[in-house]
């Protein structure tokens, strides 16, 4: 069974960092791709970052890149997201998630906007950036 459980969020001012975990089980990162994506009261859910690690592949939207990072510790089976430079329109409650397939392309945070291209997710945590 996949269990995902992600940690990490809280509050921090405009200009602030955070560095989300997730930790995961259940599943092989050879296999399955994983990524983030987030989810702001009264918007669309939101893809903003994924990785294979069977090439290192990542691909982000535009609202975080240059801003986020996304890593993977297969040896600790923990998924990252560095998050630098946040922005008050980043409030969110974040959430990992297994996508179906195990390599990802510059269409795979469409599909986890509408959740087909995504096998499992955790719960979220809450991300709140004042300004």
């Known amino acids: 069974e996949v269990h995902l459980v992600e940690s990490g969020g809280g509050s921090v001012q405009a200009g602030g960092t955070l560095r989300l975990h997730c930790a995961a089980s259940g599943f092989s990162f050879d296999d399955y791709a994983v990524g983030w994506f987030r989810q702001a009261p009264e918007k669309e859910r939101e893809g903003i970052a994924c990785?294979?690690?069977?090439?290192?592949?990542?691909y982000y939207a535009d609202s975080v890149k240059g801003r986020f990072a996304i890593s993977v510790d297969v040896s600790k089976n923990t998924i990252y997201l560095q998050m630098n430079s946040l922005k008050p329109e980043d409030t969110a409650v974040y959430f990992c998630?297994?996508?179906?397939?195990?390599?990802?392309?510059?269409?795979?945070?469409?599909?986890?906007?509408?959740?087909?291209?995504?096998?499992?997710w955790g719960t979220g945590t809450l991300v709140t950036v004042s300004s």
């Open positions: 990785i294979s690690t069977r090439d290192g592949t990542t």
């Open positions: 998630a297994q996508l179906i397939l195990p390599r990802v392309s510059s269409y795979t945070l469409k599909t986890m906007a509408s959740t087909y291209g995504m096998s499992s």
